[in-house]
């Protein structure tokens, strides 16, 4: 190996590793003994602190023998003293409990006799530590704690050594309890385990040193054979340049997926010189995928041809033919590309084709009955003037009014005609309205489908067409604008239907043929959010149909309300397994209207709960809905609602009313929905306790992970392993719920709060793509998972089997659990010091 590559060989590799071998051992020494040191230590602190805990709980035992008056207090101490004298523990069945009194004296000592019933005021360790005084003074100020001092070793008198022990006072008796461990014990334990880390450490770093120079000498011997080969290519380079350059076709040729060489003729066709040509990349030149295409081939030293285009300088595209022929070079692949342009004949043929297929998709779209769409017409008689005429527009909102001549329509007058015909000719606007019509009326029959309705307002040039009944009549009219837009957008016609459904029989109708329009949109790869937009669109519209018709049949409110909804439909957020959280809000009445208001909208709750469930929107298992007398209350009551969430701060109550703060209006009066999302932001403001708690929702939630992290089964109730996707989609809702409400973001929508909380840098970006990603994932498979059980005729379910997933997709499932951790780490620092 030269010079040259040997220093970069050892700068790469040697040096990193021998750093890693001495940042590993370094950590050993620095981080790991000191941190096993400290848990061992700790360890014996909790030990000795629950041993006089037991003695002192003998104490109390012979105390209460003594008030019992089983005993004098004298024996009842004489008693104690002599149980705790005779109690041991320890490996060898040495280590003792000692007590003294507040004075110090010392009232029993196993092992120091000489020390009974003295005066320990004066008594101090080799070192001049008043052990017994010092043991005073603490209980004195914390009732218990811990002390260090120099002391026989067990019962042998003549060794000396540092010992910690923890004492604890009986206030009964003024007496202080205590038992120690000597320092001794964990330096030994100390000192074995760093003899073990060393020999792990040693044996590590040999493995590795090994390990070392066993890629080293491999390096060495693939720069040989780098060297080898590289004379090889330079003797077959020549061969394939000159096969490339006499080719009569445009020619170039890859390897490692980079042009190496290309012939004037391709470089001429593309606008390039051949330099030019040599610095770019397949992608660059041609519209088709490197990849797909080297996937395709079956087979060594095949050739596969495919239809695509060359981009080229002038930035146009040429439709060419690609021939590519798999090669060895130099013992490796290489492929020649053989480049023909299409012809004209060919080109037009091709275009045909592809309008043919657009206008079918086309006619397949607009195959529809334009009878949805049509409107009451609005007309006059032929005495009534300009100015009538249009006062009569503007009143009705509509862009078009029929004249008619004893209920014959003979014209029609458009807001292009007054522009034109009055203002730009000021024309007197008493005039009749006759005098600007359009006639004849360009009608259309009822039966005839939405393309049809296009083609003729294309030919026509006209904005409105009047609609013909079966008889031949004029009964109303449809416009161009609302027309052409159902080309452009498939879920506009369903909700149109939704408007005019007459009945639930309708609605269940249209409501089926969401699952086959997202199972469309999933295979088209469209993004969640754009369908969680389309079923909540669907859903709202659905809502707003059932509560019309319901107060169609119970007579108008009695006042203004606003049908809410919360949970994933507050948040717009549906899926196809979804069940309904919905309640009504009304205004404040007076204590004599109020239960007439209560009696209406219980009735309303009830027919619309009841028409959702015929629909496909599952009732509550938990009863939070509209027709539940709880959730139906007026405005103040709300606001109560919502201030002893939050102010009672119960942890079960706010988890149980988490879905609550997810509201918004559907239906009815909006400024209800903001009264109350004030008075939400009020009542949260500084509330720290209550937002600690909701922070326990996420923190407390537990992937399913083994310690080895595998996903396991947490019911164990099946020999297959199942994920609930909504159940790991809650700690990632809740947690972006959580700091929307503490900085006070009214959007309810998850991906929206995430947007703002991004925005005002409450969140940073890097977590906020790692949320959206994670969400969008997850929602994915939910929404692929549902409409592959309806289209099997299966209820659709939040659950899935692990084995439906590919290996790739479980691996992005376990790191959306790494992720979630990431986030009860954030909540647990930026909430652990509200309690």
Not at 493 to 522: F, Q, S
Not at 590 to 605: I, N, P, R
Not at 631 to 651: G, H
Not at 678 to 705: C, G, L, R, W
Request: net charge negative; glycine share 4%; with cysteine.
């Amino acid at each position: 190996m030269p010079g040259r590559n040997l220093q970069k060989f050892f700068l790469r590799i040697v040096f990193p590793s021998i750093f890693a071998i001495g940042l590993f051992i370094l950590s050993i020494f620095m981080v790991i003994i000191p941190s096993f040191e400290q848990n061992i230590m700790d360890n014996k602190k909790e030990m000795i602190s629950e041993l006089t805990n037991t003695a002192w709980s003998l104490l109390e035992e012979y105390n209460r023998e003594f008030r019992s008056q089983n005993f004098s207090k004298e024996e009842a101490q004489k008693m104690a003293a002599s149980k705790i004298a005779q109690m041991r523990y320890g490996k060898e069945n040495k280590d003792y409990f000692w007590i003294i009194d507040m004075h110090p004296t010392m009232i029993m000592h196993p092992y120091r006799s000489e020390l009974m019933h003295t005066d320990l005021s004066d008594y101090q360790d080799p070192n001049g530590v008043k052990l017994f005084v010092k043991a005073v003074e603490i209980v004195d100020k914390h009732g218990e704690g811990f002390i260090d001092y120099m002391w026989q070793w067990k019962d042998d008198s003549t060794r000396i050594v540092p010992k910690l022990s923890y004492v604890r006072e009986y206030k009964p008796w003024g007496w202080i309890v205590g038992t120690g461990i000597y320092l001794e014990d964990v330096k030994e334990e100390i000192s074995i385990l760093e003899n073990r880390l060393i020999k792990i450490s040693l044996f590590i770093t040999l493995i590795i040193t090994v390990i070392l120079l066993f890629v080293i000498r491999q390096s060495l011997n693939i720069e040989n054979k780098k060297k080898d080969a590289e004379t090889k290519l330079l003797l077959s380079r020549q061969k394939y340049k000159s096969l490339v350059e006499a080719s009569t076709e445009g020619t170039l040729m890859i390897l490692n997926q980079a042009i190496i060489f290309c012939n004037d003729k391709f470089s001429k066709l593309m606008g390039y010189d051949s330099t030019q040509v040599l610095s770019l990349k397949f992608e660059d030149i041609f519209t088709a995928n490197w990849e797909q295409i080297i996937s395709s081939f079956e087979g060594p030293e095949e050739s596969v041809s495919i239809e695509t285009q060359i981009k080229c300088h002038d930035d146009t595209e040429k439709d060419v033919i690609i021939s590519i022929s798999e090669i060895k070079y130099a013992e490796e692949k290489g492929y020649i590309i053989v480049t023909k342009e299409v012809t004209s004949q060919k080109q037009i043929e091709k275009e045909t084709e592809h309008l043919s297929q657009e206008l079918q998709t086309s006619l397949l779209l607009m195959n529809q009955p334009i009878g949805h769409f049509v409107k009451d017409i609005l007309k006059c008689s032929v005495d009534t003037s300009i100015h009538q005429a249009a006062v009569l527009m503007t009143s009705k909102k509509r862009n078009v009014i029929f004249i008619h001549n004893d209920h014959e329509i003979i014209g029609v007058v458009n807001n292009n005609d007054l522009k034109k015909r009055v203002l730009a000719e000021n024309v007197s606007a008493t005039k009749s309205a006759m005098e600007i019509m359009t006639s004849p009326v360009i009608s259309i029959s009822e039966n005839a489908l939405l393309y049809e309705a296009i083609l003729l307002f294309k030919s026509k040039d006209v904005s409105h067409l009047a609609v013909k009944n079966e008889e031949g009549l004029i009964y109303g009219e449809i416009s161009r604008e609302e027309i052409s837009g159902m080309q452009q957008n498939t879920v506009s016609y369903l909700i149109k239907e939704i408007e005019i459904a007459d009945n639930i029989k309708h609605l269940l109708k249209i409501y089926n043929r969401v699952p086959v329009l997202v199972n469309a949109l999933i295979e088209s790869g469209d993004n969640t959010p754009n369908i969680t937009r389309i079923i909540t669109s669907v859903s709202d519209a659905i809502i707003h149909r059932i509560i019309s018709l319901a107060i169609e049949d119970l007579g108008s409110p009695p006042c203004d309300f606003a049908f809410m909804a919360m949970g994933s439909e507050g948040r717009m957020e549906q899926t196809l397994s979804t069940d309904q959280d919905n309640a009504i809000i009304f205004e404040n009445q007076e204590s004599d209207k109020l239960k007439k208001a209560y009696d209406y909208f219980l009735k309303l709750g009830n027919r619309v709960n009841k028409n959702l469930n015929e629909v496909g929107y599952k009732l509550c298992d938990g009863e939070i809905m509209a027709k539940n007398p709880k959730w139906t209350q007026p405005l103040s009551t709300w606001k109560e609602y919502f201030s002893e969430w939050v102010n009672t701060s119960d942890p079960q109550s706010i988890l149980e009313a988490n879905i609550f703060f997810d509201f918004r209006c559907v239906f009815g009066n909006q400024s209800l929905i903001n009264d109350l999302r004030n008075h939400v932001n009020q009542t949260t403001d500084n509330k720290s306790v209550f937002f600690y708690h909701m922070a326990q929702s996420v923190v407390k939630y537990k992937p399913p992970v083994s310690l080895f992290g595998n996903i396991i089964d947490m019911d164990h109730s099946s020999d297959h392993i199942s994920l609930d996707l909504k159940k790991i989609l809650l700690p990632i809702i809740g947690f972006i719920r959580l700091y929307a409400l503490k900085n006070k973001i009214s959007e309810t929508n998850t991906l929206s709060r995430l947007k703002q909380l991004n925005h005002h840098q409450i969140i940073h970006k890097s977590m906020h793509d790692e949320l959206v990603l994670s969400y969008n994932y997850l929602m994915h498979i939910r929404f692929r998972s549902q409409t592959d059980s309806i289209l099997q005729n299966k209820i659709p379910e939040n659950i899935i089997d692990i084995n439906e997933l590919t290996h790739i997709e479980v691996s992005t499932v376990k790191k959306i659990f790494g992720e979630i951790g990431n986030l009860q780490t954030k909540l647990n620092f930026d909430f652990k010091g509200t309690m």
